[in-house]
T-cell receptor, first 112, second 114 residues
Framework: KQEVTQIPAALSVPEGENLVLNCSFT??????LQWFRQDPGKGLTSLLL?????REQTSGRLNASLDKSSGRSTLYIAASQPGDSATYLC???????????FGQGTILTVHP | ETGVTQTPRHLVMGMTNKKSLKCEQH?????MYWYKQSAKKPLELMFV???????ENNSVPSRFSPECPNSSHLFLHLHTLQPEDSALYLC?????????????FGSGTRLTVV
């Protein structure tokens, strides 16, 4: 059974800092990995999708990497802003289990 | 309308009520999913439909009954729920169950059972 762990559970940083969110998974037979953002009480917004043949994806100030051999993904946020405050979720789609499995999320607070 | 739309956004129901949650996707995807998000827990997969056929029932109690009349619509029928069923219910869609194109989620229905 796939398990996804996100570290840290919560992170508070001043505006302008660069930061890294970590995601690890137990089953390296992962097909793709997706990072989402969730604002309080809202649905999930897809940020980046790293497909099976890729190792990283970039969108604006966000960069996500995937290392299947070590079972890890990282989300890098450059020059953080208060509007980045949200819960960030990673989810893996497995080749063996075929479903999207989520971590518990990292709650990010960026203060002015 | 674009993406995945869920209605209602909020729902309060008594334990003896019957209600339904609706999900509609405008992405021409073939797979649709129901997820449950409870406080302090990761999202839990409930049901999967691929090409209108249910392919996964993740040991969900029978008081939750899904329906997928076509590839664009997904319902979750609720009856005799318990207070612990209060949660955010999220619908998602993807190209199909096994394709490498990622998932799109709706905004969710916040359900409170009283």
């Amino acid at each position: 059974k796939q398990e996804v762990t996100q570290i840290p559970a919560a992170l508070s940083v001043p505006e302008g800092e660069n930061l890294v969110l970590n995601c690890s998974f137990t089953d390296s037979a992962i097909y793709n990995l997706q990072w989402f953002r969730q604002d309080p009480g809202k649905g999930l917004t897809s940020l980046l999708l790293i497909q099976s043949s890729q190792r990283e994806q970039t969108s604006g100030r966000l960069n996500a990497s995937l290392d299947k051999s070590s079972g890890r993904s990282t989300l890098y946020i450059a020059a953080s802003q208060p509007g980045d405050s949200a819960t960030y979720l990673c989810a893996g789609l497995g080749t063996s289990y075929g479903k999207l499995t989520f971590g518990q999320g990292t709650i990010l607070t960026v203060h002015p | 309308e674009t993406g995945v739309t869920q209605t209602p956004r909020h729902l309060v129901m008594g334990m003896t009520n019957k209600k339904s949650l609706k999900c509609e996707q405008h992405l021409k995807h073939n797979a649709m999913y129901w997820y449950k998000q409870s406080a302090k827990k990761p999202l839990e997969l409930m049901f999967v439909y691929n090409f209108k056929e249910q392919t996964e029932n993740n040991s969900v109690p029978s008081r939750f009954s899904p329906e997928c009349p076509n590839s664009s619509h997904l319902f979750l029928h609720l009856h005799t729920l318990q207070p612990e069923d209060s949660a955010l219910y999220l619908c998602a869609s993807s190209q199909d169950e096994h394709r490498d194109y990622g998932y799109t989620f709706g905004s969710g229905t916040r359900l409170t059972v009283v």
